[in-house]
């Protein structure tokens, strides 16, 4: 069963000089129970997918198209600012942003933050209650109470994301986004935050999740399935294991080219890279994104986008499998 869907999404940012088209007719579906996984090298719209998957579209980023349907039915991108802040944000649907160690206000303890997002959801809630719940949240992923009477700077790196994770979780929505929550630490916190992010939903406090990140390694960790981006566009849906070591479309095979895996024939593979560099998406090239770095490249891959065709288990965007 879909807990959330995706359909033709655009999200564009609107600048003096022109459109950055920066992500283009996505369509995907999330399971409950799944976490998904989002790869692409940097600047292919993954974060900008997360901040409209999660209702946070602030200019100069528009929604284009597209819809994002829920459990329910309901469109999401439809619903008043009112009904986005009281019923999906937070409670349904919950990001947690890239950069998260730097995204908290650093004037105010963590107790006095955690109040004000609740009381978002809850203005009537009393205090004393939100802080019990948040209490019994953090200590859920391991975090000890006297971090709630703590400055966001006086916790370590580690401690800083997984209060982050708390914050983002503590209303249990069924949907958790979580954009590049391993950037910038060490691999032992890594390790951490990643078996904290599948304890959360072992444990039934978020049912399903989208990860977000640019690094392979990671995702083999964690996902049950991966969705690779390019300039903006899906180029290629499958299970994990089968995309990793079966690669169909030409980004991908470049990508994974450039991952080492810890793999009995690690000896045997020769790390190669993707020729050229990614458009400039305020001007696109034509037909399929990848063609002007593609070694398969066709007449056809310049005129007309690929359709999205089913492939060996995998969705492919690619005029080689259409």
Known sequence: ?????????KAYYKLLDGDVKAVEDVTFSLEAGEILGIAGESGCGKSTLAATL?????????????????EDGKNIFELQERTLRREIRGKYLALIPQSAMNALNPTKKIKHLVIDAIRTHQPRMPKEEILK????????IGLPPRVLESYFFELSGGMKQRSVIAMSSLLNPKVLVADEPTAALDVS???????LLVSLKEKGIVQSIIFITHDIAVLRQIADRIMVMYAGM?????????????PLHPYTQGLISTVIVPEPDIKEKVLTGIPGAPPNLKDPPPGCRFHPRCKFVMPECKKKVPPLAPKNGKIVLCWLYA
Do not use: C, H, Y
Not at 133 to 140: C, L, R, T, V
Not at 189 to 194: D, E, G, H, P
């Open 189 to 195: 916190t890594q390790k951490i935050v990643l078996n």
């Open 54 to 70: 999660s209702t946070v579209i602030l200019p100069p980023l528009k929604l284009i198209g597209g819809r994002l349907i829920i």
């Open 133 to 140: 719940i948040s209490k019994k949240q953090f200590e859920e």
């Open 1 to 9: 069963m879909s807990v959330l869907r995706a359909q033709n999404i």
């Open 234 to 246: 899906i180029v290629e849906v499958g299970g994990i294991e089968d995309v990793v070591f079966k």
